[in-house]
């Protein structure tokens, strides 16, 4: 029996712009067998009917996967009022219908800015949420209806940019929010606010923490450069993985104090932030990952990379 391919230990972040069709799972895998790589995680769900920003952490980097998944996001969302669906989307059942001739793009605008700031969010049915382990949507999908609390979001901006008015009048909004946001809540606690059903037509992801649609790539054009180049040829769209991280506090530290966070022990570090999560740089060196300020104000290991890069 042939012994299976461990993969390329190959280390980054891509930026995949994912297309509509494919669950973000489904599209992780399809990016680690173009890279022939040994692991790799994503960093957010997307809905395959969503598409845009899905950064795809590669080796080493899947140490880092929790900040991304923990930065804010922004979106791209297309509002249909005067129809509600079973999933809040446009795919499911259409569950009531009413005429928003009447509605105007002042009245959209105002019902928006109430939805900016901390404000409490109750997790769709057809979501990837877990209850007493089962995700929410294998439930619905058996006509079970289970009792979701409400979870604090923050919408940092909600902007209305198009407005086109009819029976089935539609909203093109751009969202900056927290972890955990549903848009499709969003565009549905937004149709309600205006005495309408609704349900979320079209999304798409414009950024993760620091990434963004500019710095993204299609699967189109991994699979053109890995078919004429080969996969070693793909390492060119991978992103330094210290960029994920941009946001801490940085402390360099020589190659001696480098050694012994390797092994798991804390050092001290002149000028260190006094608290915290900072990432951690050997001085003239690579990246080496991110560590966390003791009370006595050592620098101690928490997400190193075995091979520096």
Do not use: W
Not at 210 to 221: E, N, R, S, Y
């Amino acid at each position: 029996m042939a012994r299976r391919r461990k993969g390329r230990p190959v280390t980054g972040i891509l930026v995949l712009d994912k297309p509509v069709g494919p669950s973000s799972n489904q599209a992780l895998q399809r990016v680690r067998h173009l890279f022939g790589a040994a692991k790799g995680g994503h960093t957010g769900n997307l809905d395959p009917l969503a598409s845009g920003v899905l950064p795809i952490c590669l080796g080493e980097a899947t140490k880092l996967s929790q900040f991304l998944l923990d930065s804010d996001k922004a979106y791209e969302a297309q509002v249909t009022f005067g129809v509600s669906t079973a999933t809040g989307d446009s795919e499911g059942e259409v569950l009531a219908q009413k005429n928003a001739a009447h509605l105007l793009q002042e009245n959209v605008s105002a019902a928006l800015a109430q939805f900016v700031g901390d404000i409490q969010q109750t997790p769709p049915m057809y979501s990837a949420l877990k209850v007493h382990g089962q995700p929410l949507y294998k439930l619905a999908r058996q006509g079970k209806e289970v009792e979701r609390k409400p979870r604090p979001v923050t919408i940092r901006s909600a902007t209305l940019n198009h407005f086109s008015s009819g029976e089935a009048a539609t909203a093109h909004i751009d969202v900056v929010c927290s972890k955990g946001t549903y848009i499709r809540t969003l565009s549905e606690d937004l149709a309600t606010s205006l005495e309408l059903p609704g349900h979320m037509s079209a999304l798409r992801r414009t950024a993760t923490g620091p990434f963004d649609l500019g710095q993204a790539v299609t699967l189109d054009t991994l699979i053109a450069v890995a078919e004429t180049e080969g996969e070693v040829a793909l390492d060119q769209f991978l992103i330094d993985p210290e960029l994920a991280v941009d946001h801490l506090a940085r402390v360099e530290v020589s190659h001696s104090a480098a050694f012994y966070l390797k092994q798991g022990q804390a050092v001290l570090v002149r000028n260190a932030p006094l608290s915290g999560i900072v990432r951690i740089a050997e001085a003239n060196g690579p990246f080496l990952g991110v560590g966390v300020i003791l009370d006595d104000g050592r620098v101690a290991p928490k997400r190193l990379f075995v091979d520096s890069h």
